[in-house]
């Protein structure tokens, strides 16, 4: 709980610092802008779009469930990156108790999507591509792609999930777990909130 | 490194987009062909002009086209970006963002094409042929491209863009002479420079000549040049271009 109220604090103070860059790169843009000079208003109109990246990850962070199960967040892997001009924001929570471990890693704008896109919606791919570890299943009404692999001894399995949500890639690894586990933990991931903010 | 898998994951994805779409023809013709078949209906010759295709749909055989519209008002867009942003709608900032990037992009490629001459080696500018594309990826995908030409099929062509993706890859070329030198015994393939930028030329039969220069971090200046009597001519027409302005226009150091 103490973690939990760290990282809240921690997000808002940062929260308010972003807000102060956009104003300020927004500022750059406009004076730049009126005295004709283009190549400073395209700089400074990508950093305001990279501060609103962030601000978009920041928020998406809060939508996240503060507990995994029984998996509590680790704080200090709360990640959010803004890549302008290629894709957008990349997210990323880890949660964890005893040993075992859950990421989700959000991608905006991902050039990834297009490809899970052809997979989850031409059967005749899907079928070429399917080494009998992957499926194609549904998470609160999306199409998602989950896959088995290899877990930390021969008798358990990690599994990870990818949900395309527009231009978006959400990417939910579980250690240790069982096909219906993750399926189950994923149901707590607000997804049509999260697509909301990041479309 | 990382751009390479991604740029390579992207081409993937369209080549296998490109492969569907072949195999999805195919299919409809060989359907096709079996159902004339059936149906007693003679096979084309294909030759002559066919008022359908094999689906029985009639051919486009013209229309109006879309309309140019205005590019995104950049100041409107950045006062929208700064409402969205204090009402919290941060979808609706980064659309007004991309907007007004876009915008400055396209201006910035009319500055660009303004700047270029009338005339090139006695090649007169076709101004019909004038694009300038941004695709609001941020700087990215600008394109800006212009063509000059004579009666006689012989062709210049500039394209003046920002190849953020492939940039790594073109630098190694530009700093890696020896895996130039490495292509076969004929050498059209070369490094040269260009008012003092380092620069690759090419030369194949069916296109000409092919003229890179890189500029910068990531913007690059392509010139092609169809029935060129040689390298020299390509050199001097070449030459004839404001490089460090275009350097200049772009922010490139």
């Given at each position: 709980m103490k973690a939990f109220i760290t990282l809240i604090v921690v997000i808002a103070f940062i929260s308010t610092g972003v807000a102060q860059d956009f104003t300020k790169a927004m500022a750059t843009a406009k004076t730049a802008y009126g005295a004709g000079k283009l190549e400073q208003t395209h700089f400074a109109l990508q950093q305001a779009m990279q501060e609103v990246d962030l601000i978009i990850g920041k928020e998406v962070l809060k939508l996240l469930p503060p507990k995994m199960d029984a998996m509590d967040i680790i704080a200090k892997e709360d990640n959010v990156a803004s890549n302008i001009g290629y894709v957008g924001a990349t997210i990323h929570r880890s949660y964890e108790k005893g040993g075992r471990k859950a990421d989700i890693s959000i991608i905006s704008n991902s050039p990834l999507v297009a490809m899970t896109n052809t997979v989850l919606n031409t059967p005749l791919l899907g079928g070429m591509m399917n080494d009998g570890k992957t499926k194609t299943v549904k998470v609160q009404g999306y199409k998602a792609r989950l896959e088995k692999q290899a877990g930390s001894t021969n008798d358990k399995n990690d599994y990870e999930l990818q949900i395309p949500l527009g231009g978006a890639l959400i990417t939910f690894k579980v250690d240790d777990c069982t096909d219906t586990q993750i399926l189950e933990f994923a149901e707590t991931i607000p997804l049509q909130k999260i697509a909301k903010l990041i479309q | 490194m990382l751009?390479?898998?991604?740029?390579?994951?992207?081409?993937?994805?369209?080549?296998?987009?490109?492969?569907?779409?072949?195999?999805?023809?195919?299919?409809?013709?060989?359907?096709?062909?079996?159902?004339?078949?059936?149906?007693?209906?003679?096979?084309?010759?294909?030759?002559?002009?066919?008022?359908?295709?094999?689906?029985?749909?009639?051919?486009?055989?013209?229309?109006?086209?879309?309309?140019?519209?205005?590019?995104?008002?950049?100041?409107?867009?950045?006062?929208?970006?700064?409402?969205?942003?204090?009402?919290?709608?941060?979808?609706?900032?980064?659309?007004?963002?991309?907007?007004?990037?876009?915008?400055?992009?396209?201006?910035?490629?009319?500055?660009?094409?303004?700047?270029?001459?009338?005339?090139?080696?006695?090649?007169?500018?076709?101004?019909?042929?004038?694009?300038?594309?941004?695709?609001?990826?941020?700087?990215?995908?600008?394109?800006?491209?212009?063509?000059?030409?004579?009666?006689?099929?012989?062709?210049?062509?500039?394209?003046?863009?920002?190849?953020?993706?492939?940039?790594?890859?073109?630098?190694?070329?530009?700093?890696?002479?020896?895996?130039?030198?490495?292509?076969?015994?004929?050498?059209?393939?070369?490094?040269?420079?260009?008012?003092?930028?380092?620069?690759?030329?090419?030369?194949?039969?069916?296109?000409?000549?092919?003229?890179?220069?890189?500029?910068?971090?990531?913007?690059?200046?392509?010139?092609?040049?169809?029935?060129?009597?040689?390298?020299?001519?390509?050199?001097?027409?070449?030459?004839?271009?404001?490089?460090?302005?275009?350097?200049?226009?772009?922010?490139?150091?």
């Open positions: - | 751009c390479f898998l991604i740029a390579l994951m992207v081409t993937n994805t369209a080549s296998s987009q490109g492969f569907l779409k072949k195999l999805k023809d195919k299919v409809n013709k060989a359907v096709s062909k079996e159902v004339d078949k059936k149906a007693g209906i003679p096979p084309e010759t294909g030759s002559g002009n066919s008022n359908s295709g094999s689906s029985g749909n009639p051919s486009n055989k013209g229309g109006g086209g879309l309309s140019n519209t205005a590019p995104p008002d950049v100041k409107a867009q950045m006062a929208e970006a700064e409402t969205a942003h204090a009402a919290k709608n941060y979808s609706d900032v980064r659309y007004s963002l991309q907007q007004a990037l876009m915008g400055v992009e396209i201006q910035l490629g009319r500055q660009i094409l303004k700047s270029l001459p009338a005339s090139v080696v006695a090649l007169n500018v076709d101004t019909l042929q004038d694009i300038v594309m941004s695709t609001q990826w941020g700087w990215s995908n600008l394109n800006i491209h212009r063509v000059w030409k004579n009666n006689a099929d012989k062709q210049l062509t500039i394209t003046v863009g920002n190849a953020g993706i492939y940039a790594g890859l073109a630098a190694l070329y530009f700093s890696n002479a020896g895996m130039i030198e490495a292509n076969g015994a004929k050498q059209n393939f070369k490094q040269v420079r260009v008012k003092g930028n380092k620069a690759i030329i090419q030369y194949e039969d069916s296109k000409g000549y092919t003229l890179i220069v890189s500029i910068g971090q990531t913007s690059m200046i392509v010139w092609e040049c169809i029935n060129f009597a040689n390298e020299q001519e390509v050199m001097t027409a070449a030459n004839t271009f404001d490089i460090d302005g275009i350097k200049k226009m772009l922010g490139e150091q």
